[in-house]
């Protein structure tokens, strides 16, 4: 499993926060299974010249999320997707950001067609990764 993560110091997003995000979508598009191991905290933030504790609040926030699981001594591990709960509000905050998307492509001019195209094929993107497909 290889971890790459990219932090862009001039984003205006937290560094954790991108930390988060990249995981997340990593364990989402099937580059990193149950059971992957993420790299040490320190080893993390050596490599992406970052303060320890940044790298060590992100995977709390991946950890709250349920999205991964640390085992003291043993390191931090992809959760099992069977075995993570669906919280309501997480789910709440979801429908709310696919509110705003869909306010930004109406206001964009997108049709009502235009966005489901445009969802599905993100969807099939993800599928394929997970799948270990390449696009044709």
């Not at 303060?51 to 043993?74: D, I, M």
């Amino acid at each position: 499993m290889a971890l790459w993560v990219q932090i862009s110091a001039g984003s205006g997003e937290p560094i954790y926060i991108q930390i988060v995000e990249q995981v997340g979508e990593a364990i989402a598009k099937g580059e990193l299974a149950a059971g992957d191991r993420l790299p040490a905290v320190r080893k993390l933030a050596a490599e992406l010249v970052v303060n320890p504790n940044t790298v060590a609040r992100a995977y709390g926030v991946l950890e709250q999320t349920g999205l991964v699981t640390t085992k003291t001594g043993s390191g931090t591990f992809v959760a099992d997707p069977k075995l993570r709960s669906r919280d309501a509000t997480d789910i709440n905050i979801l429908a709310e950001r696919m509110d705003t998307l869909i306010t930004r492509g109406l206001n964009l001019g997108l049709d009502k067609g235009d966005l489901v195209n445009m969802f599905k094929e993100r969807i099939k993107k993800f599928a394929r990764k997970q799948r270990g497909e390449k696009k044709k």
